[in-house]
């Protein structure tokens, strides 16, 4: 299991996937609380709540908090999910099925 998410991890955080999986090539440039790789994480941890509260928690797990807090509002996740092409989820299954 270990090697599947450090296999996963190296596709995710290569600058070339990023690139191929922006729907603009603007997008992803700044330094956001949610940056390209943490979205990708976001929803492979496929979340089952409120977004709100999927939020709070995937910070709470990244930082190794006690208490959850906000990594980002609701609206800041959709605006990030609009610039994320849907393409990224299929080559990464198919890495991993290859």
Same mark, same amino acid.
């Not at 995710?12 to 994480?41: G, M, W």
């Not at 492979?44 to 910070?59: D, G, I, S």
């Given at each position: 299991?270990?090697?599947l %998410?450090d296999f996963?991890?190296?596709?995710?955080?290569?600058?070339?996937? =990023?690139?191929r999986?922006?729907?603009?090539?603007?997008?992803?440039?700044?330094?956001?609380?949610?940056?390209?790789?943490?979205? %990708?994480?976001?929803?492979?941890?496929?979340?089952?709540?409120?977004?709100e509260?999927?939020? =709070?928690?995937? @910070?709470k797990?990244?930082?190794?908090l006690?208490?959850?807090?906000? %990594?980002?509002? @609701?609206?800041?996740?959709? @605006?990030?999910?609009? @610039?994320?092409?849907?393409?990224?989820?299929?080559?990464m299954?198919?890495? %991993?099925?290859n």
């Amino acid at each position: 299991m270990p090697d599947l %998410i450090d296999f996963l991890k190296n596709i995710v955080e290569s600058e070339p996937f =990023c690139n191929r999986h922006k729907k603009r090539p603007q997008d992803f440039t700044r330094n956001r609380a949610l940056p390209f790789h943490q979205l %990708i994480y976001f929803f492979v941890n496929m979340p089952r709540a409120a977004y709100e509260t999927e939020l =709070c928690n995937f @910070k709470k797990a990244l930082d190794r908090l006690d208490i959850a807090e906000a %990594i980002a509002t @609701k609206g800041a996740l959709t @605006k990030a999910r609009e @610039k994320l092409d849907h393409q990224a989820f299929i080559e990464m299954n198919q890495r %991993i099925r290859n």
